[in-house]
T-cell receptor
Framework: GEKVEQHESTLSVREGDSAVINCTYT??????FPWYKQEAGKSLHFVID?????DRKQSQRLTVLLDKKAKRFSLHITATQPEDSAIYFC????????????FGIGTRVLVRP | DMKVTQMPRYLIKRMGENVLLECGQD?????MYWYRQDPGLGLQLIYI???????SEGDIPKGYRVSRKKREHFSLILDSAKTNQTSVYFC????????????FGAGTRLSVL
């Protein structure tokens, strides 16, 4: 089955700098790649996604890049703020319905003042 | 108000006892999920339910069973709990269409002693 590897387990950045989290996947048939955020002691919530028909998607300070050839996708957070501190999970699924998401193990992002 | 509600939030059980985790959603989502979250392992899918009485094993179904008799309600049952089932359990729900954002509950922290 699909395997998603999240390369950074922790990331510490200074407030205002950028943060980049990288993920790779194994199944070339994967076509949907969402990101979820989990703040300390809380549940997960959706932040942004990208589908395989595009290679870039931006939403405010978040940008997702997809390189299908390398089976790699990444989340870029610009102008980081304290509220960006959280665990970020990348995920991949085999079809657009996204019913069976495979998650990475998560990257803890700490934004230092 | 879009919400996934999990009960209980915290639970302590002894090895061999039965455990019932309950999840409800008010969004008329067809698809519901049970995940467990463990340090270093991320989120692992236990079971997925596509609608009432239409359940499918996820990646780690052993030791668990589920019940979905109403669209808005999905239960996870541990018959004779084991210590290695100590974990945080998340329920989630989504529409079965191309959007497929997962909405997560707050989680249940289960300790099996």
């Amino acid at each position: 089955g699909e395997k998603v590897e999240q390369h950074e387990s922790t990331l510490s950045v200074r407030e205002g700098d950028s943060a980049v989290i990288n993920c790779t996947y194994t199944d070339t048939a994967s076509s949907y790649f969402p990101w979820y955020k989990q703040e300390a002691g809380k549940s997960l919530h959706f932040v942004i996604d990208i589908r395989s028909n595009v290679d870039r998607k931006q939403s405010q300070r978040l940008t997702v890049l997809l390189d299908k050839k390398a089976k790699r996708f990444s989340l870029h957070i610009t102008a980081t703020q304290p509220e960006d501190s959280a665990i970020y999970f990348c995920a991949a699924s085999l079809n657009s319905a996204g019913n069976k998401l495979t998650f990475g193990i998560g990257t803890r992002v700490l934004v230092r003042p | 108000d879009m919400k996934v509600t999990q009960m209980p939030r915290y639970l302590i059980k002894r090895m061999g006892e039965n455990v019932l985790l309950e999840c409800g959603q008010d969004m008329s989502h067809e698809t519901m999920y049970w995940y467990r979250q463990d340090p270093g392992l991320g989120l692992q899918l236990i079971y997925i339910s596509y609608d009432v009485d239409s359940n499918s094993e996820g990646d780690i179904p052993k030791g668990y069973r589920v019940s979905r008799k109403k669209r808005e309600h999905f239960s996870l049952i541990l018959d004779s709990a084991k210590t290695n089932q100590t974990s945080v359990y998340f329920c989630a729900s989504s529409f079965s269409n191309s959007q497929n954002t997962l909405y997560f509950g707050a989680g249940t922290r289960l300790s099996v002693l």
